[in-house]
């Protein structure tokens, strides 16, 4: 956890509301959302762009997006649902805390993510091709999770005292019937 | 149907169609099936047994790729789980190889699902664009709309009941709370249906901590049963609200504790 970033604040938040949480990742509505139903789901651990997140950590990430994807389709009544990534400062992204935007669509929200295409010449397609081919070689090696040791859960149970000194009450009060 | 009207589909006729009928036609009017099957030509960047990654013939920035799936799917729910982290692990690698390669200072991974959220082919991809400072590219800054906290808060509980029901069917992720909930919920619809099994369970749930107390709290059930002298019709609701009072001990709620007592305290007024 980062002090100052203020996505692991949120994450570390107990009073904080989340939607779904797991070890590795949260999941939480955005404060300003760009449609009714924007979440971001979040790793736990502080990374701030998606190429330092491990890899099963990037693809839980993104299977709880799809989760959530199908849950604002099924339950908000989405049309559709936009997946959104920015990654880095010239992506767009403000926080330094990697995070995924999961955005329900529905007919005349008024967005568009829609890019205007940029005209490149066949050279230069061929060059770029080139370029990224010698980048993608490595690519393909995937880290798995290692596998941690089985903890053994001891079952505690907390009872406030609060509550106890109640349920004596009402107990004495059973006892005190006949 | 015949080859005209395949090229007519509305998303009402996808709607009535069977998932066989619509992904056997898709596939066939598919232009990144035909890709992928080598038909037509593309720039291929990356390749695996699962995945192809092009560069996009209308880019948002030179290096702009995409990844799409070797089979067929048009949006991500359809999406085996295995495929999926697959494709994003991959995104991940692609876009790490579009740093390198152009020196980019960051990336937008985008993919949307229907047409609605601006999908245009039928075939499920993953947009990875490179993005360097002032390039130009604003429309993955997204707008923030004023929508107070009440109606957030209200889409977060649905959403959060939508999840765990999905994840309770699948089991994926073990949930503590979430089961404790859970079990108790069900714990209170056996009570109600047969009784024995569920009063044949709590003291076992009490756990050594307190056995005094587990006792303690059905003792004076029986007591009070054989000296209140209530009918018997009456018996079985006030046994079953007694019962949800000692259950409701093992919940760490103070709150709805407190209501349950107050439940348990009028019934004696």
Known sequence: MKKDCHYCQLIADKDKKKIYEDDKVVVIPHDKPATEGHVLVIPKEHYAIIEQVPDYIVSHAFSIANKMSVALFESLNAQGTNIIVNNGVAAGQESAHFFINVIARREGDGMDFQWRPKQLGEEEMSTIELQIKEQTKSVGEFQQEKEKPIEMQTKTRKISSGTEEKEN?????????? | MTEGQQGQVTEEDLKNMTPEQIAEMQKQNCIFCHIIAG??????????DKAVGILDINPANPGHVVIIPKEHYAIMPQIPEDILAHLFMVTKGISQACLKAFKAQGTNIFVANGAVAGQRAQHFMIHIIPRKEND???SFKLPEKQIDEQQIEEIRKILRQ???EMMGLKEEVIDFDKKREDAQQEEGEGKESEEPAASGKSPED?????PAEAEGDEAPDDIRKEL???GPEEEPETEEQAEEGSEDKESKKDEEIDIDIDKIADLFK
Do not use: H
Not at chain 1, 169 to 178: A, Q, S, V
């Open chain 2, 39 to 48: 038909k037509v030509a593309s720039r291929k960047v990356y390749e695996d």
């Open chain 2, 162 to 164: 939508k999840l765990n």
């Open chain 2, 206 to 210: 009490e756990g050594p901590e307190e």
């Open chain 1, 169 to 178: 009450y009402l107990l004495k009060r059973f006892r005190k019937i006949p």
């Open chain 2, 136 to 138: 130009g590219i604003t």
């Open chain 2, 228 to 230: 209140s002298g209530e």
